[in-house]
């Protein structure tokens, strides 16, 4: 068990350049979270993946954001044509859900600032 | 739906003084809980869960907190704080399988 791992660590990026993240999850573990992060704020729910289904999205999702989970096992978050208001720390998290419990293990997250 | 309110978003102890932290959720359905710790630029780490069973939970470095359904809280504490006990602590909820939903967060700090 390696953890989940996050690429990069660190992004700087112009305003209106596209940026992709990738989270490595637990090996064997079939849900993955993406979160994002503000200061002084917790995690809010982006989506999920179910294996490779993407099952739910939140409103906070715009259609400038989109994620894969193309094999079920590692996946990628994209951000076209990022704004301001993107900075934030982006956290994945991964879980093995047997029966009706379930542990999310976080890596150690994205930061991302937009300038 | 579910929600996390955690009272105080700043708290400071003494070292050696117990440390309490606050958490109160809002769940139509019998909740699983949970408390996450986040250093500095790191990601979360969970301390505890309570899913079912014992309402008094053991964590990891000393913490544990208590299942009060009566109260609807899930307050974290630790007899006696340490130095490395600095961080931001989140209590979560989550209905069974579903998302989680985040507290805001409370930041402890420990004075020598």
């Known amino acids: 068990d390696t953890g989940v791992s996050q690429d990069p660590r660190h992004k700087i990026t112009k305003r209106g350049q596209n940026v992709t993240f990738r989270c490595d999850p637990i090996?064997?573990?079939?849900?993955l979270y993406w979160y994002r992060q503000t200061l002084g704020q917790g995690p809010e729910f982006l989506t999920y993946?179910?294996?490779?289904?993407?099952?739910?999205k939140s409103r906070l999702l715009s259609d400038r954001f989109s994620a894969e989970r193309p094999k079920g096992s590692f996946s990628t978050l994209e951000i076209q044509r990022t704004e301001q208001g993107d900075s934030a720390m982006y956290l994945c998290?991964?879980?093995?859900?047997?029966?009706?419990?379930?542990?999310?293990?976080f890596g150690p997250g994205t930061r991302l600032l937009v300038l | 739906a579910q929600s996390v309110t955690q009272l105080g978003s700043h708290v400071s102890v003494s070292e050696g003084a117990l440390v309490l932290l606050r958490c109160n959720y809002s769940?139509?359905?019998?909740?699983?809980l949970f408390w996450y710790v986040q250093y500095p630029n790191q990601g979360l780490q969970l301390l505890l869960k309570?899913?079912?069973?014992?309402?008094l939970v053991k964590g990891i470095n000393g913490f544990e907190a208590e299942f009060k359904k009566s109260e609807t809280s899930f307050h974290l504490t630790k007899p006696s704080a340490h130095m490395s006990d600095a961080a931001e602590y989140f209590c979560a909820v989550s209905d069974p399988g579903n998302q989680f939903y985040f507290g805001t967060g409370t930041s402890l700090t420990v004075i020598p």
């Open positions: 769940s139509s359905v019998p909740p699983y």
């Open positions: 993946f179910q294996n490779e289904a993407q099952l739910e």
């Open positions: 090996s064997e573990h079939n849900r």
């Open positions: 309570y899913t079912t069973g014992a309402t």
């Open positions: 998290a991964s879980s093995r859900l047997a029966g009706f419990q379930e542990t999310q293990y």
